[in-house]
């Protein structure tokens, strides 16, 4: 079936660095990925659309020049979380639909567990 | 405004049948998925339904009715491994997927 595969699965950072997040579709192209986040106990929230070859869509209320997100080529999107603070530290997921399955599923990567100091 | 709800938490006994309700309100409708997560986990795909009626899959089913705005999730023959947050999400007319806040499922022994 269709995988989507995310790198690093955990990652701890001293606040002001940066951590780049990236995201594969491993049997299919994806010309759009979807970056959520969680927080602890609540439901999961978009924060962009990554569209290959173009610039990502931005959700209200989410900065795009400390979310960097780039989609550079049909399996990859990267996410960078630019100058990180504690408040940023959460579970980001990233999805893709396969556009061979006409279901409109998301398909999910295993999540990235990000914790600032 | 669009929006879906479900319960926040109910609790369920190993090998008993329980029912996970969900209703939406969306500016059109292209389908309604169920997805279950375990804690610290990315969700897994469960189930997906566009027409009325009731969709079966093992000990999962899932049902719709468009015109009632409403969907559910049935888990039979419930494993403590079912002990998980279902979520809800339905497909707008833009193909934008809302999310509900899901479920989190206790099952006791």
């Known amino acids: 079936g269709a995988v989507v595969s995310q790198h690093p699965s955990r990652v701890i950072c001293k606040s002001g660095t940066s951590v780049k997040i990236e995201c594969r579709s491993l049997d299919f192209q994806a010309t759009t990925m979807f970056w959520y986040r969680q927080f602890p106990k609540q439901s999961l929230m978009l924060m962009a659309t990554s569209n290959e070859g173009s610039k990502a869509t931005y959700e209200q209320g989410v900065e795009k020049d400390k979310f960097l997100i780039n989609h550079a080529s049909l399996t990859l999107s990267t996410l960078t979380v630019t100058s990180a603070h504690p408040e940023d530290s959460s579970f980001y997921i990233c999805?893709?639909?396969?556009?061979?399955?006409?279901?409109?599923?998301?398909?999910f990567g295993e999540g990235s567990r990000l914790t600032v100091l | 405004g669009q929006n879906i709800d479900q319960p926040t938490e109910m609790t369920a006994t190993e090998g008993a049948i329980v029912q996970i309700n969900c209703t939406y309100q969306?500016?059109?409708?292209?389908?309604l998925f169920w997805y279950q997560q375990h804690a610290g986990e990315a969700p897994t795909f469960l189930s997906y339904?566009?027409l009325d009626g009731l969709e079966e899959k093992g000990r999962f089913s899932s049902f719709l009715s468009r015109s009632k705005g409403y969907s559910y999730l049935l888990l039979k023959e419930l494993q403590m491994k079912d002990s998980a947050s279902y979520l809800c999400a339905v497909t707008d007319s833009n193909y934008q997927l809302i999310w509900g806040a899901g479920t989190k499922l206790i099952i006791k022994p």
């Open positions: 999805s893709a639909r396969d556009p061979g399955r006409g279901s409109g599923e998301l398909f």
């Open positions: 969306t500016s059109g409708f292209n389908g």
């Open positions: 339904n566009v």
